[in-house]
């Protein structure tokens, strides 16, 4: 495992082409453009202000930055350093600004959701769309980029237009049995939208491509319902995830409950594997573990981790009740790419993983840190989790038994905020908080 040397970074705006050809970079008002096998600068862009979001368009041949306090769009190509196009919202203002599939239409969401404008980059044509909800997810486009699925709110009432990306034409439009819809997410195979209620309510409903409601679950009344919601990507299995600290796993042929995973402070499966981070003296900077305490001794490191045997108990904050979002249930869902894994984060256990086995529909493992987890994403290629929890080290897990840790060698105390695969799985992107570097992963040795 290799590390490159570190980079300057804002407000964490880096990104890898679709490609996988190109890094993005954004500092302060500038954009630069590196090549990811030399990292040296290929292009470098100026914008008339500091920018707040950077994304590439499907194809990697233009680059998107938006600068929402001037509800400017600045957007540049990678072929013609010469040529640049810029969309200024006017008085209205700007909240979100996004790429179509194609990567020749720029969809911009003016200040208190007024309108969705449709800019073609080939044409220069504009197209509104009216009443778009604000909720938190309420844009999404179908895998394949045929279609565009949008919440919408007229009369009080919630609905969702589902319009096609050729030619932006309207496709279908239906209304929701939802109280407050708080977001919507198309299936990997784009069969299916999932629609979700607010949290005041437990309601997830499954819509056909044609509007048709294929099925309602909801799990109980009266209490707090959904947090977080996420696809398969194999399309079979619709994770739920709730305030009530439970992860509901609906199938794709009945789209009823197969299980549930629960997530207790204290840990009695003997089967499911406990490695808990202690703070040690400057022993191990590699800690690798097989189900037993072995280790890999360099001595330039302040952390190690422990098998624990079960029970195990984990630390638990309990949420202040007196202050809006509490602190609980889970947020954050992610399947491995083979859809054999899932990974959750419970918020009131902050600084705890846990990873399922979604075929033995079992706890696997349980990933206890020093401090709250930050981050954590899956390998594109292969199931392996890659967490950061801030501090100076990034931690990596696999099925094979194995989880290690290892400090970024870099001066300064680079801390990690953030972490991004590369799209071959071949390297992860280490984001500080105002720098980056590059982790080189071993591969082969790792697959012998």
């Known amino acids: ?8 970074q804002s407000n964490q705006l880096c990104k890898v082409s679709p490609d ?3 890094l993005a970079t954004c500092v302060q008002y500038r954009l630069v453009v590196r090549d990811v096998g030399t990292l040296q600068i290929l292009q470098l862009y100026t914008c008339l202000d500091q920018i707040s979001h950077m994304d590439w368009s499907s194809d990697s041949l233009f680059i998107l930055c938006a600068m929402y306090k001037r ?16 969309i200024d919202e006017g008085s209205i203002g700007l909240v979100s600004s996004r790429w179509s ?6 969809l911009n969401t003016t200040e208190f959701h007024l309108r969705v404008t449709v800019w073609s980059l080939c044409t220069k044509a504009v197209s509104y769309i009216k009443y778009p909800k604000a909720c938190q997810k309420g844009i999404d486009f179908s895998r394949d980029g045929c279609y565009m699925a949008l919440a919408e709110r007229r009369d009080c009432k919630d609905f969702v237009s589902v319009f096609v990306c050729d030619d932006w ?12 819809l708080a977001g919507l997410e198309w299936s990997p195979n784009g069969c299916v939208l999932a629609v979700w209620d607010s949290c005041l309510e437990y309601k997830v409903l499954l819509y056909s491509l044609d509007g048709r409601l294929l099925s309602t679950y909801s799990a109980h009344e009266w209490s707090l319902g959904v947090k977080s919601v996420t696809w398969s990507p194999s399309s079979q299995f619709l994770a739920i995830g709730s305030y009530d600290e439970k992860v509901r796993i609906l199938n794709h042929i009945t789209w009823k409950k197969i299980t549930q995973f629960e997530h207790p402070a204290t840990i009695n499966n003997t089967k499911a594997v406990v490695y808990k981070e202690v703070v040690k003296g400057p022993l191990f900077a590699v800690m690798t573990y097989r189900y037993t305490t072995s280790q890999l001794a360099t001595p330039s490191s302040t952390h190690r981790a422990n098998i624990c045997p079960t029970p195990v108990q984990l630390p638990v904050v309990k949420p202040d009740p007196d202050r809006a979002n509490p602190k609980i ?4 869902l992610a399947f491995s ?8 984060k419970n918020d009131n256990m902050a600084s705890v993983v846990w990873v399922w086995d979604v075929q033995k529909m079992s706890l696997v493992a349980v990933l206890e840190q020093t401090a709250a987890v930050r981050c954590f994403q899956w390998d594109p290629r292969r199931p392996r989790l890659a967490l950061c929890t801030g501090n100076t080290k990034l931690y990596l897990w696999s099925p094979a038994g194995c989880c290690v840790s290892v400090q970024v060698p870099t001066e300064g105390g680079f801390q990690v905020q953030s972490l991004n695969w590369h799209c071959s799985g071949d390297s992860l992107i280490l984001l500080g908080k105002e720098q980056l570097c590059l982790c080189y992963m071993d591969n082969d040795q790792e697959d012998k």
């Open 329 to 332: 249930g889970v947020s954050t």
């Open 169 to 180: 034409h309207l496709l279908r439009h239906f209304e929701t049995e939802t109280q407050d």
């Open 337 to 344: 790419s083979d859809s054999r894994y899932l990974a959750t």
């Open 1 to 8: 495992m290799n590390f490159s040397e570190v980079f300057k």
């Open 101 to 106: 599939p194609d990567g020749r239409h720029i």
């Open 20 to 22: 996988g050809k190109y």
């Open 71 to 86: 509800g400017l769009v600045q957007v540049w190509s990678l072929e013609q350093p010469d040529w640049h196009c810029k």
